[in-house]
């Protein structure tokens, strides 16, 4: 069916530390995948994206890894810091063009 | 270069009653999407608007209606509204390409009492 979700509701990391957080995916039709950054009070952010032909993008402190055989995206952030403390999304968007979201991930930054 | 805009940034309202929130496209952007993101999950397509006709639609029953103007700005209604319906709607825009990348506004928190 259409559903995207996430491994885990909270991850906490150490200030400094790499981030990982996962998210499946269902529909294997799916070509698109985007990871969105949410604040509290705030509208998604776009983070980065990665379209099924490639199996790796990197942005600005951020790797987006989507593994097709067992319809697996993960999101890496390295040297996390303060800011980065937010609810992750992961989010595919089919060729219908509308972006279906998962459940999210909050992640929490320890000092 | 604004950004996508949403007003109100609140809003309450009672059961039975009707609302119309309102967003402003990204410069250069010509297709509105809307989502519903109730408290604590993941947002949820609703409809999609380009060319001014609703081109995509979501789970969502009749009494959740759209409509787009020529300068691109949207609008979304809601008749007869439910508990249910309190959540935050958020307005996404992206120019018309299959799979170009949608970004979201800040949202218009409703609250039905």
């Known amino acids: 069916g259409e559903s995207v979700g996430l491994h885990l509701p909270t991850l906490s990391v150490q200030e400094g530390d790499n981030s990982i957080i996962n998210c499946a995916y269902s529909?294997?039709?799916?070509?698109?995948f985007i990871w969105y950054k949410q604040e509290s009070g705030k509208g998604p952010q776009f983070i980065i994206d990665?379209?099924?032909?490639?199996d790796k993008r990197q942005g600005q402190r951020v790797t987006v890894l989507l593994n097709k055989t067992v319809k697996h995206l993960s999101l890496q952030i390295a040297a996390t810091q303060p800011g980065d403390s937010a609810v992750y999304f992961c989010?595919?968007?089919?060729?219908?063009?509308?972006?279906?979201f998962g459940k999210g991930t909050r992640l929490h930054i320890l000092p | 270069d604004a950004g996508v805009t949403q007003s109100p940034t609140h809003l309450i309202k009672t059961r039975g009653q009707q609302v119309t929130l309102r967003c402003s496209p990204k410069s250069g952007h010509d297709t509105v999407s809307w989502y519903q993101q109730a408290l604590g999950q993941g947002p949820q397509f609703i409809f999609q608007y380009y060319e001014e006709e609703e081109r995509q639609r979501g789970n969502f029953p009749d009494r959740f209606s759209g409509h787009q103007f020529p300068n691109y700005s949207s609008e979304l209604n809601v008749n007869a509204l439910l508990l249910g319906d309190s959540a935050l709607y958020l307005c996404?825009?992206?120019?018309?390409?299959?799979?170009?990348?949608?970004?979201f506004g800040p949202g218009t928190r409703l609250l039905v009492l």
């Open positions: 990665i379209r099924s032909n490639m």
């Open positions: 996404a825009s992206s120019t018309r390409q299959v799979q170009e990348t949608q970004y």
């Open positions: 989010a595919e968007n089919p060729r219908d063009d509308k972006i279906i």
């Open positions: 529909n294997s039709a799916s070509d698109y």
